[in-house]
C-alpha cells in the first residue's frame, strides 16, 4: 500500500517537483496544497501519514498549522516535517535537524533527502 504524503508549500513549482519526484518511485501517493489556509481541509480528506511543511507562507505559517493538526483529534496522530529556506543547507544535518522539537528539512530539498525522511519516519 503506498503512503501518503502532503506537500504544502506557497510555490506550486517546488510542490509539482517533489509530487512529481515522489510519485515516479511508486512507493507513495502525493496530493499537494499552495494555500496554506486550505491544508487542514485537505489533510482531513486526504488522510496523510505525512505532511512536508513550508514553516513560511503568506496567509497562516506552517507552524500555525502544525499547532491545529496537533490539537484537532482527526490529525494529531499524522507526522510533520518542516520545510525552510531559513536556514541554509550547510548549517543541517542531511538526515534533518530540528526546530522547536519537530524535524525539519532546508531548501532546496533533493528527492533522496524526502525520500530518507519518510522512510525514518514511517518505515521503508
Not at 54 to 75: R, S, Y
Not at 80 to 108: C, N, Q
Amino acid at each position: 500500500m503506498k503512503k501518503k504524503i502532503l506537500v504544502v508549500d506557497d510555490e506550486a513549482s517546488l510542490t509539482r517537483l517533489i509530487k512529481a519526484n515522489l510519485e515516479r518511485t511508486g512507493k507513495y501517493e502525493v496530493m499537494t496544497e499552495n494555500q496554506a489556509t486550505k491544508a487542514i481541509d485537505v489533510a482531513r480528506h486526504f488522510k496523510p501519514d505525512l505532511i512536508f511543511l513550508d514553516v513560511m507562507m503568506p496567509e497562516m505559517g506552517g507552524d500555525e498549522i502544525a499547532a491545529i493538526i496537533e490539537e484537532d483529534p482527526q490529525l494529531s496522530a499524522i507526522k510533520y516535517v518542516f520545510l525552510t529556506a531559513i536556514v541554509r543547507k550547510e548549517e543541517t544535518d542531511p538526515t534533518g535537524s530540528m526546530i522547536g522539537g519537530h524535524l525539519f528539512l532546508a531548501k532546496p530539498v533533493r528527492t533522496d533527502e524526502l525520500i530518507s525522511t519518510i522512510e525514518k519516519i514511517l518505515g521503508p
